[in-house]
């Protein structure tokens, strides 16, 4: 057992703030990595106190994906150990589609295979100016996992999702963000201060609001509109109910500052 964990939680106010910790191996995932990823995000679920998550990577990578040379070690596995390995895909994606409160990934260096997976269980990536993704899994004969043929043709669309997954090509930032991959392109030193930036703004933002948008959101692609409205009018009937709204509308009649304000970015 490694005496470094390989992955590390730090507390920030409200903010949660995960960090894939192998970095002399790009922060490539081990088994061990997904059973803890998975056990840290089904405990936000319940934390009251963390309003927010950011994950990033150690060491000037986000994530190599998974653990190809730890593939081979070993011997051959069994179906049963298959089974086991994919369950972990399985129940992290579900662990982090299924978290009600805001996820932020920073991306930097490489991002390949099960790291853009993990990118596009978030709900906002930013990335830095030098990152590298590539959905890399053809190249060995594998095919993605940890949920991307779900959520790759959301972010990107049917068409362009079959290239970058048929190619396995590399590609970098303005490209990422040309396809809706990422939300902003950040100097590299830049990169972790804006993730917490937006991070911290949800400190002052309604929870109950959030998490409603959120379960709405995950429904919209599957449902029609009749059914999405049907949603949008019990969820707002609990959203105005809040006290939150109710401080919103007395500090709007007021003329005193709003709770909640999306952070301003700055020149990098």
């Known amino acids: 057992m ?133 959905l890399v899994f053809h190249r060995i004969g594998l095919v993605p996992d940890v949920g991307a043929w779900y959520t790759l043709p959301r972010a990107v669309g049917p068409q362009r999702a079959k290239e970058l997954i048929f190619s396995a090509r590399e590609f970098g930032a303005a490209e990422a963000k040309e396809m809706g991959l990422a939300m902003e392109v ?8 804006r993730a917490l930036a937006i991070a911290h703004s949800f400190e002052g933002a309604s929870a109950t609001a959030l998490s409603l948008s959120k379960q709405a959101l995950r429904a919209s692609l599957q449902s029609e509109l009749p059914t999405m409205l049907d949603l949008e ?13 109710r401080e919103s509308v007395r500090r709007f009649v007021a003329k005193e500052p709003a709770q909640f304000r999306w952070p301003v970015r700055s020149t990098d």
């Open 2 to 134: 490694s005496a470094t964990p390989e992955v590390t939680l730090v507390r920030d106010g409200g903010v949660a703030i995960v960090t894939l910790n192998r970095p002399a191996a790009k922060n490539a995932l081990t088994s061990g990595m997904f059973d803890e990823l998975t056990a840290l995000f089904k405990a936000f679920r319940d934390d009251d106190e963390v309003r927010s998550v950011v994950l990033s990577g150690a060491g000037g990578d986000f994530c190599a994906g998974g653990d190809v040379k730890g593939m081979g070690q070993g011997g051959p596995r069994t179906p049963e150990q298959r089974r086991t390995g994919m369950a972990r895909c399985r129940d992290l994606a579900i662990a982090m589609a299924s978290l009600d409160k805001p996820v932020i990934a920073a991306l930097d260096g490489v991002a390949y295979g099960a790291g853009v997976s993990l990118a596009l269980l978030a709900d906002i990536v930013l990335v830095s100016k030098r990152v590298r993704m590539a």
């Open 186 to 193: 950040l100097a590299p030193e830049a990169l972790l201060p």
């Open 233 to 245: 009018a019990a969820a707002q009937a609990i959203a105005i109910g809040s006290d939150y709204a």
